[in-house]
């Protein structure tokens, strides 16, 4: 079959194939799958491949990175409240130790005074009871020997001198 | 071609054959070197643009990977699903070797479209015509394949007698023969009409004195038919590797 004639008849009805065209045309297809097939496709599906997981990888960095910071943060503020509690728990310690010790003091000046009251009273007591017996003995000894001299009879005698003296400070009691 | 004594003569089928550059081989025509050549510019193209596969592309990377991407997911992923990736490198290889040869068409000096002779677009509707039956035959089994063809479930028994003959017709013949003929009547069309009004406004150009002024607008009209040609061009290569896409997502389908 010469080239003449199946162009002619090509040329007429535009239909009927050429069987050239045809082999050609199956060779150039294979040729160009075989050559994207190998070469292109498998590359451009690792750098799609690549391109998602640097993104996912990102992604999860990012990720992992703020959960981080959260816990960071959490932790921060689980410190924080921990030191306002001691603080408010100090504070509230030294409020009530300075109590304790307004209280005590108080208590302490408390008893002082008492005591010293009680002394003074104690020492009043005795001075009292001293300046009763002194005065006793003087105002017994100043009548006695008034009274010798009134009477002219000295009451040097100690058992006599005692009796006189109790007789008056009983009739003195008597009277009063 | 058309000589301007003779009076105009529009172009026609003749215009799409093609004498050998050399000798009377029909393998040295002007449709097979452009064949090739389309081969050679795909292949330098991806090939440099893939080389590297880098996590931050290239301009040219992400040119090559975008036109990959449009075919990967637009038509692989999103029409045949879970199963795709395998014949991904078929529909890949479909639409650029078509969109490439289509734009031939319009590109200058070369200004052929290799998909007007239709031996082309034909073997390469056989092979997508191989590919989807060989897909749902290694899925289901010839036996089931057919009967589900053939048999179309939840249908009354008598509808059988009209359906059947035009499932097997879809499925056998209509399928790659308008994937062919769309493709090749498309391109065949596109490339007269360009040459209509290019030829035309030549031989306008070389006429009468008045006839000359018209030529202007045969060439504007010529022009503007091109752009429209780019998105023809286009579109039917994106439509041609659709319809595989969806042939193919039939066939492993489970059931209709």
């Known amino acids: 079959m010469t080239y003449v004639l199946l162009a002619a008849e090509s040329g007429k009805n535009?239909?009927?194939?050429?069987?050239?065209?045809?082999?050609?045309?199956?060779?150039?297809f294979a040729l160009l799958f075989f050559v994207l097939r190998k070469y292109v496709t498998p590359m451009f599906e690792k750098?799609?491949?690549?391109r998602t997981a640097a993104?996912?990888?990102g992604l999860e960095k990012a990720e992992k990175a703020q959960a981080e910071a959260a816990e960071a943060l959490k932790t921060y503020r689980a410190q924080l409240s921990e030191a306002r509690g001691e603080a408010s728990r100090l504070r509230e310690d030294a409020r009530e130790q300075g109590a304790a010790i307004i209280e005590e003091m108080r208590a302490q000046a408390q008893a002082e005074s008492t005591r010293i009251v009680a002394a003074a009273h104690n020492q009043i007591e005795a001075e009292r009871q001293q300046a009763l017996t002194s005065l006793r003995r003087e105002v017994g000894s100043m009548a006695t020997e008034l009274a010798s001299k009134i009477v002219g009879e000295a009451l040097d005698d100690q058992a006599r001198q005692s009796r006189v003296v109790d007789r008056f400070l009983t009739d003195l009691e008597a009277s009063k | 071609m058309n000589v301007a004594s003779g009076g105009f003569q529009p172009p026609s089928s003749a215009d799409f054959v093609f004498?050998?550059?050399?000798?009377?081989?029909?393998y040295l025509t002007k449709p097979i070197a452009l064949i090739f050549l389309s081969v050679l510019v795909i292949s330098v193209f991806f090939f440099v643009a893939a080389r590297k596969a880098a996590i931050v592309p290239s301009r040219l990377q992400f040119a090559g990977e975008s036109v990959y991407a449009f075919v990967r997911n637009g038509l692989g992923r999103d029409i045949i699903g879970q199963d795709f990736a395998r014949f991904v490198p078929f529909l890949f290889t479909l639409f650029t070797f078509i969109l490439v040869n289509n734009i031939f068409g319009i590109v200058p000096f070369l200004q052929f479209p290799a998909m007007s002779r239709f031996g082309f677009p034909l073997v390469l509707a056989l092979l997508t015509f191989v590919v989807f039956h060989a897909a749902a035959i290694k899925k289901k089994g010839f036996g089931p394949y057919l009967k589900?063809?053939?048999?179309?479930?939840g249908i009354p028994k008598f509808v059988y007698v009209i359906l059947t003959p035009l499932e097997l017709m879809t499925f056998f013949i209509t399928r790659p023969v308008t994937l062919a003929v769309r493709l090749f009547a498309n391109m065949f069309?596109?490339?007269?009409?360009?040459?209509v009004f290019i030829l035309g406004g030549d031989h306008l150009l070389h006429g009468v004195i008045g006839l000359k002024f018209?030529?202007?607008f045969a060439f504007a009209v010529g022009i503007a038919l091109t752009f429209f040609e780019f998105l023809v061009q286009v579109l039917q290569a994106y439509?041609?590797?659709l319809l595989t896409a969806l042939y193919i997502a039939g066939a492993l389908a489970d059931e209709h």
């Not at chain 2, 069309?189 to 040459?195: D, N, P, S, T, Y």
Request: proline share 12%; aromatic share 8%.
């Open chain 1, 14 to 28: 535009p239909l009927i194939p050429a069987i050239p065209e045809m082999v050609v045309g199956l060779i150039a």
């Open chain 1, 47 to 50: 750098a799609f491949a690549d």
């Open chain 1, 55 to 57: 993104i996912q990888g």
């Open chain 2, 19 to 26: 004498s050998p550059f050399i000798g009377q081989s029909a």
């Open chain 2, 148 to 153: 589900e063809i053939m048999f179309m479930p």
């Open chain 2, 189 to 195: 069309a596109g490339h007269l009409l360009l040459l």
């Open chain 2, 214 to 216: 018209i030529s202007p």
């Open chain 2, 239 to 241: 439509i041609f590797t």
